[in-house]
């Protein structure tokens, strides 16, 4: 099983709201990533965890704020977001952080900030 | 730092045409390289990777070298399908674990 979890699929939040994206996988891997990707652009990488710690925060705006509660999940917190922050989120994971390891994305949550 | 280029796009071919998508890197030592698809409405998925040089992806048809002398690691394959339409994107990952993708190719077959 490679698979990666991403709830919910789709999002629309206001620029005051609170919300939380979710992800989950069950394959026993280490290290765990967020990105963001707006339309026709490649993947931009915003958060990693390394055996559930926060080890890379690529300048992301405290307007996210991730959390890794357990091995197996990931949690990115949404408060005061801008309409530019409409995005795909994607989920990662992969076995650990040694080079060369093969990243398993999720489907994404398709967000829209109003 | 370590980087990849990749070929402009959009790509349209017609179906069963022969595919070349191109990926050159930049980076010391011996990167792992990787073929990621993205389908519309859809998250990235592993289309096929070469650790070492001179080893060859393949998958789903899909095909890739990885050229140490050239720093290049192609996509092709010889037959495109309608379902092949999607985007392409060639990465690289060195030490740890951030990856580097290309820009994107996104290709188009039609019947």
Redesign the interface.
Known sequence: DTE?T?TPKHLVMGMTNKKSLKCEQHMGHR?M?WYKQKA????E?MF?Y?YEKLS?NESVPSRFSPECPNSSLLNLHLHALQPEDSALY?C?S?Q?????????????TRLSVL | GDSVTQMEGPVTLSEEAFLTINCTYTATGYPSLFWYVQYPGEGLQLLLKATKADDKGSNKGFEATYRKETTSFHLEKGSVQVSDSAVYFCALIHTGNQFYFGTGTSLTVIP
């Open positions: 990666v991403q290290a990533y026709k652009k490649p993947p990488l990693v390394s890379i994607l990662a992969s650990g952080d040694r080079g060369g390891a093969i990243q398993y994305f999720g489907a994404g």
